[in-house]
C-alpha cells in the first residue's frame, strides 16, 4: 500500500520527476510541486508567525527563493525538507525582527522523509471521549507557547511526520539535539497542561524518534 499517495502527497520517484521537468523548464511541473506543498508549508509557518499577512509572504518567498536555486538541487533530500528549511529560516528573521525570538540555538533542523505519524495526535489516545478531544486542543494551543525552536521542532515531527535526521536537516542542528529538543517542549507542555484533565501522564505518549 503505497501511504503517500494515500494521502495525497507525492511519492518520491513522483517528486523526483516533477523536480527534473521543473529544472528543464517545465511550468505545469513546478505548478504541481507548489499545489503538492503549499498547504503544508503555509500551515507550518502559519503556526509560526500567528499571522495571515505574514505568512502568505514567507510561503511566497520561500517557493520564489527554491525555484531560483532549483537548478542546485540535491536530490538525496526530499523536495519537502529544502522548502521547509527555506521557509523555517525566513519565519526566524521574521521573528527575531519582532524581538520573538528566545536566543536558544539549541533547537533547529531539517527533516526529509520519515512519516512515522503525519497528522497524528500528539498523543495516542487517552480515551474516546470529548475528555480526550479537550486534552487534545489543549495541547495544541499549549505548543503555540513554546520557543520558535521548540514550536518547529514539535510541528515538524508530529504535524509533518519528519524523522529526527531529517528535522535536524531543516533546524540544522544534529538529530540528537532534536530529540532533546522533543523532550524540553514535552516537560514544557506537561508543565503547562498539568493543572487540566489527566492526572497521571504515563498515559499521554506524546512519542519520541527512535
Known sequence: M??????????????????????????????????????????????????????????????????????KFDFQYRFSTWLFTIGYRICLNLLRK?????????FSIVETDGRSRAESDVYEEVANSDEAR?????????????????RATVLLFYKEGMSCQDIGTVLEIPAATVKSHLHRARARLKGMLERHLVEDWSQVRFGMCG
Request: with cysteine; hydrophobic share 35%.
Open 2 to 71: 503505497n501511504t503517500e499517495a494515500d494521502n495525497g502527497r507525492l511519492t518520491p520517484s513522483e517528486e523526483k520527476e516533477l523536480i527534473s521537468r521543473a529544472q528543464r523548464g517545465c511550468q505545469t511541473s513546478a505548478r504541481e510541486l507548489i499545489a503538492a506543498h503549499q498547504d503544508r508549508l503555509h500551515a507550518f509557518i502559519w503556526r509560526m508567525v500567528r499571522n495571515d499577512h505574514d505568512a502568505e509572504e514567507i510561503c511566497q518567498d520561500a517557493f520564489l527563493r527554491a525555484f531560483q536555486s532549483l537548478d
Open 98 to 106: 519582532r524581538k520573538d525570538f528566545s536566543g536558544d540555538m539549541d
Open 134 to 150: 479537550r486534552l487534545k486542543e489543549l495541547i495544541w494551543e499549549s505548543v503555540e507557547d513554546l520557543t520558535p525552536q521548540q
